[in-house]
Structure formats: C-alpha cells, structure tokens
T-cell receptor, first 110, second 115 residues
C-alpha cells in the first residue's frame, strides 16, 4: 500500500483564500516532499522538508512536519486560479524507497 | 537545461499486445524512476535505477513488465502482454540521487489505453 495519505481528497476555495492540505505517512522517513500535478501533465517539485526540520517556507508555500505524529501539512496562502492542480506528498524512506500519497485535488475559483 | 523526455505521449493497444515506452533523463542524473499512475491515484513506483543498476523493483509485475537502462542513460519500460488494468499514465523521473536529496524531475508521461 502507499505510504502517504492526503486529506482532504478534494478542496474547493475562492481565489485569495488559503488552502491547507495534510499528509500522513506510516514509517520513518529521511525527508518529505510535496509535488504539484496539473491536469494531464507530469509532477513538479514544490518543496522538501528534512526529518529534522519542523517548518519550511517557499514563497506562498508553508510546510510543516511532525515526525511524532507522522504527518505534514502544506499551506498555500493567497491562492490563485493557477494553483488549481493535484498536490501529492512523497516520502523518502530510509532504504531509498519512495512513496507518493493519494493526492489532494485543489480547485481555486476565480 | 532540457527536461526529462518521454515518448510516445499516447498509446492505444489491444489487450495481450506488447508496448514499450522510452525515457531520456536529465543529463547527469544518476537515478531514474518509472511510475505507474492510475486515474485518480498517486504515482506508484515500478522501478528505480541508480546508473544502470536496479535499486528497487519490488512493485514491478515481473511476469509482464520489464525495464532496462542501458549505459546508465536512456531507459525503456516494456509491457508484454498488456492487460486492461495496465491502462494508466507511465511517468519517468530522474534525480541527482543522494546529492539531490531525492528531488525528482518528471517527464510529461505516456498515457496508455488498453482496449
């Protein structure tokens, strides 16, 4: 089974609002990454957080990691219509095993 | 810098036929991945190469799927014979490996429809 599970499965918000999506995973990890996938396209790397980090920022993105709860969250602030996409967390477990979650489908309404 | 190239973009075949996908990773990337993404799901890792050696193929259905990476650069993924449940997008990704902390760069994928 896949390592990561995103929540919610789908999210619809108005432009300018913030979007938060969560990821839970099962085993110890080396790092956790978030990727975006636009419809019919390949995945694009957004941000990486290491297992010894708790929070990381990149532009309008904020990622948190709680290794005790085996969970992470991605916050997109001031969302734009162009942020409409599916978002996946991916865990890099020790032993070079790489797992993607099930994804959150985000729709930003102009 | 050129991205990960995949071909073909689309492929339609009948069940029990064979199909092959090709991937050219970013120059200098030692690690290459093949993923299967079924509609509505996250990508599932099929096989991971480090240079031309296999690191992980635990989720590759070896009775019908095969992959190779000649000379540690290009890679091909083959399905023989295809089943209806193989309909999916096949994604290739590459990374610098340990030095790049596993950050992967994806191609646009090949959408396979098995009829």
């Amino acid at each position: 089974s896949q390592q990561g599970e995103e929540d919610p499965q789908a999210l619809s918000i108005q432009e300018g609002e913030n979007a938060t999506m969560n990821c839970s995973y099962k085993t110890s990890i080396n790092n956790l990454q978030w990727y975006r996938q636009n419809s019919g396209r390949g995945l694009v790397h957004l941000i990486l957080i290491r297992s010894n980090e708790r929070e990381k920022h990149s532009g309008r993105l904020r990622v948190t990691l709680d290794t005790s709860k085996k969970s992470s969250s991605l916050l997109i602030t001031a969302s734009r219509a162009a942020d409409t996409a599916s978002y996946f967390c991916a865990t890099d477990a020790y032993g070079n095993q790489f797992y993607f979650g099930t994804g959150t489908s985000l729709t930003v309404i102009p | 810098e050129a991205g990960v190239a995949q071909s073909p973009r689309y492929k339609i075949i009948e069940k029990r036929q064979s199909v092959a996908f090709w991937c050219n990773p970013i120059s200098g990337h030692a690690t290459l991945y093949w993923y299967q993404q079924i509609l509505g799901q996250g990508p599932k890792l099929l096989i991971q190469f480090q240079n031309n050696g296999v690191v992980d193929d635990s989720q590759l259905p070896k009775d019908r799927f095969s992959a190779e990476r000649l000379k540690g650069v290009d890679s091909t993924l083959k399905i023989q014979p295809a089943k209806l449940e193989d309909s999916a997008v096949y994604l290739c990704a590459s990374s610098l490996g340990v030095l790049g902390e596993g950050i992967q760069y994806f191609g646009a994928g090949t959408r396979l429809s098995v009829l």
